[in-house]
């Protein structure tokens, strides 16, 4: 028997958990939650293994083409701003309003790149592209799987490079930037990161997510991707003038970084001040041409800088190479964002821009002191981290002289797991932005560990190894073991866990899980299985044991119309014959899922029952005047915020805006009668009978009927149906 690897994708012989190959359990959970379990197919062919990578727009998976039978990587888009993914399910799901709007926007231009970078199947430096598709509600892109190394991780080893090992790697990248620009795509995120040094010694580009196809008026409204210290000026603007150029720049910082060991300053800085030194006086031995070829591509302002990938191949292999010259603007400022220019006024825009930049620690004052700025001698302006990834907020400091470290985790609610919450100096006072530091000086980061907080999931009656598995992925690691020798269970088996299952608890508390020792023995001879579906666990687990047979706990799942911890499928079913000892493998439902409903008040209606329906709530709709939220806006919720179970029904009521004044009854002037079938008499009114009452009795007040809609209302202000087509549904 042959067994697929879901961590190296090779077959090995038998059915055991670990990879002889590789070392990958087979058993292992997905590396987070919301990312695909392994073992998964797509697409009907490709089988989704271990992750590879994962960041801020998308999960990378090796895969399996069992069409081609040969192993690929498998890239998902998902942008985890946009869209989140429940655990054990496939689906994506998309937040609702622009945020889906962006979602949507993006997945489209993923596909279409994708499309667009097939055609460079043939261009060795470039991963080949196999197929794209939409399926799960979001975007895949299968595509050649890479093995060797990233080029960070290579820098990382070795410090830096030697020019004569750098420069082949460079002229490989540049052979593939050539053939991408011919067609109008243009990378935008070149950096040691995005190259991969493979074991055959080929060099590849990837990651051209970050690439946006460019016009021929060079777009003003391209979306600003920053990478700091290989990210030009210009991708620092709303609406920069971006080209082949950019992708230069990129290129020449990395090309100085694999030889000095060092990344430039960020090129805004350098713009105010520029402290770049020629890789020379840093003690590289480097030809003075290709220093020049190097020093010209890495010009802040585009009109100094080398325009394009075959231009700085030339530099690089010619062996006269003049020096450009930078040229000196007398209004810098023009060519700043709009969100800088609109801090201030005209008058007062430099200054201003120029505070703010100081403060928080972008740029070093190359001016003379100015009050409230004075800085003094070896001292740097503390940046702010917050936020931070720990290799951006390491290399920040690094870059202006500060020494990074480590100073412990902190739950928090705000800032995601992994990031940086905050920086301390060593007596762990807190660092504000601005602040006056040493140079040299210690700086700990504060690294969040997410909510810091979880429950504990129901792994009583699982085996020790799925049990094990599923707290890891709830972020439990801390376990620990006792030897049960009374519960009726197989050995290996868990029979309790403390704390108990379902309470809430700190992701650093130790996990005492109770494992039988399997000294309960259930004789031998034959016995028939009984029928435990509908069973609470405890009854099922009492069932079984009279029959001589064990039960095991095979998975827990969402069921809307199964109470929770009720048995809901058994295998073997009721009937079948066994012996004495046999395990009885069941499912237990955990009830309705439960989400968290927001407040839709003063949305939009379409917006308000898309927020609703995402989160797997059953939306009905109202209407009623209101005078003061505007039409078409929610005015209440039947439901209020907080927790439900999911396909609740939810009534939101929309306003129809202020209520239409209905017109009065004119009377005839001086006759004081009513223009009604032959009026009655003044100070009269009419009976029952038809008689006229006398003036003294106070007649009924005159109400007219609301005037009944004999058409339905505008299409805009229709309940939605809750089974419509998504968004998503629509572009196929």
């Known amino acids: 028997m042959k067994t697929l690897c879901l961590g190296c994708m090779k077959e090995y012989e038998g059915d055991y958990n670990v990879c002889p190959h590789c070392g990958y359990e087979q058993t292992s959970p997905a590396k987070e939650a919301y990312h695909i379990a392994p073992g998964v197919t797509i697409r009907g062919r490709y089988v989704v293994g271990r992750v590879l990578g994962f960041g801020g727009f998308g999960i990378t998976y090796i895969g399996f083409d069992t069409t081609l039978q040969h192993r690929v990587a498998i890239k998902e888009y998902f942008p985890s701003e946009f869209a989140t993914r429940m655990p054990h399910e496939t689906l994506v799901r998309v937040y609702a309003g622009e945020k889906k709007e962006q979602f949507v926007a993006g997945m489209k231009k993923s596909l279409d790149e994708a499309k667009r970078l097939a055609e460079f199947h043939q261009v060795p430096g470039i991963t080949q592209i196999y197929d794209f598709f939409e399926e799960n509600n979001t975007a895949y892109i299968v595509m050649e799987l890479l093995e060797g190394e990233t080029l960070k991780a290579r820098l990382k080893k070795v410090g830096k490079m030697p020019v004569e090992e750098a420069l082949p790697i460079i002229l490989a990248v540049i052979a593939a930037l050539k053939e991408v620009h011919d067609k109008d795509i243009i990378h935008r995120d070149i950096s040691p990161d995005n190259i991969y040094l493979l074991e055959n010694g080929q060099v590849k580009l990837l990651d051209f997510g970050a690439a946006r196809q460019v016009t021929t008026t060079h777009s003003k409204s391209l979306t600003v991707i920053l990478k700091l210290g290989y990210a030009p000026v210009e991708q620092y603007q ?39 030194k020629e890789p020379s006086k840093l003690g590289v031995s480097i030809p003075k041409n290709i220093e020049n070829a190097l020093m010209n591509a890495l010009q802040v302002r585009i009109i100094d800088r080398t325009k394009s990938a075959e231009e700085f191949e030339r530099a690089l292999s010619s062996e006269h190479v003049k020096r450009t010259t930078a040229t000196v603007e007398k209004n810098d400022l023009g060519q700043w964002p709009l969100w800088l220019k609109a801090l201030c006024g005209a008058a007062g825009a430099a200054v201003l821009v120029f505070g703010i930049l100081l403060m928080t620690g972008v740029i070093d004052s190359p001016l003379p002191k100015l009050p409230g700025f004075e800085k003094e001698e070896n001292t740097v302006w503390m940046p702010s981290l917050v936020n931070m990834s720990q290799s951006d907020a390491r290399e920040r400091l690094e870059s202006i002289g500060l020494v990074y470290e480590i100073g412990g985790t902190q739950a928090s609610e705000t800032i995601m797991e992994g990031y940086v919450l905050g920086q301390v100096d060593e007596q762990g006072n807190e660092i504000m932005p601005g602040a006056q530091v040493e140079s040299g000086t210690l700086i700990r980061v504060i690294i969040s560990s997410g909510s810091g907080r979880t429950t504990v999931p129901d792994v009583v009656w699982m085996t020790e190894e799925n049990a094990v598995a599923l707290l890891r992925e709830q972020g439990l690691i801390a376990v620990n073991t006792e030897k049960d020798e009374e519960s009726w269970a197989p050995a290996g088996m868990v029979t309790g866990i403390s704390p108990d299952r379902d309470s809430e608890i700190e992701l650093d508390e130790l ?13 031998s001879g034959e016995t028939q299985v009984p029928n435990i579906t509908g069973m609470s666990e405890q009854e099922g687990l009492e069932k079984v044991k009279e029959s001589g047979l064990f039960l095991e706990k095979e998975g827990l799942e969402y069921n809307q119309e199964v109470p929770k911890g009720q048995i809901f499928a058994q295998s073997p079913t009721e009937g079948a014959k066994g012996k004495k000892g046999d395990i009885i493998k069941v499912k237990i439902s955990l009830g309705a899922r439960l989400v968290q409903v927001m407040s839709v008040l003063n949305q939009e209606r379409e917006e308000a029952a898309s927020n609703l329906e995402e989160i797997g709530m059953i939306v009905t709709i109202q209407e009623e005047y209101n005078d003061s939220v505007e039409e078409g806006r929610v005015i209440s919720q039947s439901v209020e915020p907080g927790i439900a179970e999911e396909g609740t029904e939810i009534t939101i009521t929309v306003s129809l805006g202020r209520e239409p004044e209905r017109p009065t009854q004119p009377r005839n002037p001086g006759t004081g009668r009513t223009p009604q079938g032959g009026g009655q008499p003044a100070g009269s009114a009419p009976t029952a009978g038809g008689q006229s009452a006398p003036a003294s009795q106070n007649p009924p007040p005159v109400t007219n009927p609301p005037v009944q809609e004999t058409q339905a209302p505008p299409a805009a202000t229709q309940a939605p149906d809750p089974g419509r087509d998504s968004d998503f549904d629509r572009l196929q």
């Open 238 to 276: 709303s609406g920069g003038n971006q080209g082949p150029w950019t992708d230069v720049y990129s290129l020449a910082a990395t090309f100085y970084k694999m030889i000095t060991g060092i990344r430039p300053p960020e090129s805004p800085e350098r713009r105010v001040k520029d402290t770049l």
């Open 511 to 523: 996990i005492t899980l109770k494992i039988a020792s399997g000294s309960q023995q259930p004789g």
